[in-house]
Nanobody, 125 residues
């Protein structure tokens, strides 16, 4: 297991942007698969997107494709989730999940990945 820490959540107006960050202090994330999930109150936890390890292909849920971007900053050893054009329905607790296997298999990430504590995003006018 890896200790994972998310940051960057907050309150933003519809149409605004936020940049979430995921870190694993003491670990290099360069070859890890990093996924973002979110869970709104009363709803199931859902996949947002993932960046694979080694070959950093990215994958996004249809609901966020074109608005959200996952990227690595290997110098800072972080992975960010840049969220643009946020919608009210984007409000949720966002979780970063780290998997040493390096692949973006959401089922394996859910079952065996290392989860952060989550960071809350509230989109409201």
């Amino acid at each position: 297991q890896v200790h994972v820490v998310e940051s960057g959540g907050g309150l933003v107006q519809p149409g605004g942007s936020l940049n979430l960050s995921c870190a694993a202090p003491g670990k290099s994330l360069e070859v890890y698969a990093i996924a973002w999930f979110r869970q709104a109150p009363g709803k199931e936890r859902e996949e947002v997107g993932c960046i694979a390890g080694t070959i950093p292909n990215t994958y996004y849920a249809d609901s966020v494709n074109g608005r959200f971007t996952i990227s690595r900053d290997n110098a800072k050893n972080t992975v960010s989730l840049k969220m643009n054009n946020l919608k009210i329905e984007s409000s949720a607790t966002y979780y970063c999940v780290v998997d040493s296997e390096g692949g973006c298999n959401y089922a394996l990430l859910r079952a065996f990945g290392s989860w952060g504590q989550g960071t809350q995003v509230i989109v409201s006018s």
